[in-house]
């Protein structure tokens, strides 16, 4: 179900990013957003079994290919002229916000209404960006001749921006993998302590999301300041030691796990906001839309892959209440993003 999600935007973010070279950014945005909206209110209306939840998740996914990069997209088409990578790694980060907040808010309400009333109330978020938009200034893109609407061609030729791309899908893979599995390891641990952990999964969950945002812009920051390729290769494989740390130490003290799933909650997303504003200023303007749309497309299929594969793994290596399992999730994701420091440097060799 988790996949599905990815999947539907997987599928649908070519066509709708690669609009936005085409026409006001804002206006897939706003479409993309209703969508989203609706088929979240619909999930608490009509799921009812593992098929329909999938396919309901996956309209949303679809509706979060209209908002996530068209979003990205209609923010950068308004930003003057210069420096652009805080602001790109912003609102990159801010998304995690949300998200994080999303698990809260979500969580409280469920406890209280049902898991069904989480759904309509979640759903009410997207609203709030269509508000936003209605409040930006038109913008019209650039009345420059374009090939066909799918053509990635010019893209698939600029390596620079390939590389960040590649190395975003190692990103997107590790970082899926862990978000949709981090309440399922938590519940296990506090199996496992018998009343000793700190902190609940769900609790678990929403720190590691919200420490996204200073983890994202730091490592902007780091890139801004060191080169964008050498702060990247070092992060990424920072965040392969951790992982391996905590599949290693599976069996460890919970407050010890604490430390090192917090420390791994700012490694995974530290590389974020560096990728993906890398991503947008090594595009060629005017295709600028398909870039990003190429840009998500590899990130959220491997997303999908990512939550998919951990699940694989869990399941051959004994299984969710199994040390093996938990150690070969976190060896899969340590394997992932330990590929992106290569992609940099693909994309460097040819120069």
């Known amino acids: 179900m988790a996949s599905a ?7 649908a973010v070519p066509v709708l990013t690669t609009l936005t070279d085409r026409m006001d950014a804002r206006y897939i945005l706003m479409g993309g957003s209703a969508l989203s909206g609706i088929a979240t209110v619909l999930f608490g209306i009509l799921a009812d079994g593992l098929w329909s939840a999938t396919l309901i998740w996956g309209v949303a996914g679809i509706g979060f290919a209209g908002a996530y990069m068209p979003g990205l997209k209609a923010l950068f088409d308004r930003l003057p002229t210069g420096e652009t990578s805080r602001a790109v790694t912003l609102y990159t980060a801010s998304f995690s916000v949300g998200v994080g907040f999303s698990f809260l808010v979500s969580q409280l309400v469920a406890d209280s209404l049902g898991w069904r009333a989480a759904f309509f109330v979640t759903g009410a978020g997207p609203l709030v960006m269509l508000a936003v938009c209605l409040g930006l200034a038109p913008v019209k893109p650039p009345s420059l001749h374009h090939s066909h609407l799918l053509d990635f061609r010019p893209v698939m030729r600029n390596r620079a921006a390939l590389g960040y791309i590649l190395g975003y899908g190692a990103h997107c893979f590790e970082l899926y993998g862990m978000r949709t599995w981090i309440v399922a390891f938590w519940s296990f641990v506090v199996a496992q302590g018998e009343g000793a952990e700190p902190v609940g999964p769900v609790t678990v969950s929403v720190v590691v999301t919200l420490l996204s945002l200073p983890a994202s812009v730091l490592g902007n920051e780091a890139a801004l300041r060191y080169g964008r390729h050498l702060a990247l290769t070092i992060i990424m494989l920072a965040s392969a030691v951790v992982a391996l740390a905590i599949g290693f130490a599976v069996g460890a003290s919970p407050v010890l796990l ?20 890398g991503t947008t200023a090594s595009a060629v303007p005017m295709n600028r839309g398909a870039t990003l749309a190429l840009h998500s497309t590899i990130g959220f299929g491997l997303s999908a892959l990512g939550a998919w594969g951990a699940g694989i793994v869990l399941d051959a290596a004994g299984g969710p209440a199994e040390r093996s399992g938990w150690l070969a999730v976190f060896a899969l994701l340590a394997a992932g993003i330990a590929l992106g420091p290569i992609a940099l440097w693909w994309s460097r060799s040819a120069k």
Not at 5 to 11: H, I, T
Not at 260 to 270: H, M, N
């Open 258 to 277: 604490l430390a090192l799933v917090i420390l791994y909650g700012f490694t995974v997303p530290a590389d974020s906001g560096a990728l993906t504003s």
């Open 5 to 11: 999600f990815a999947f539907g935007y997987m599928l």
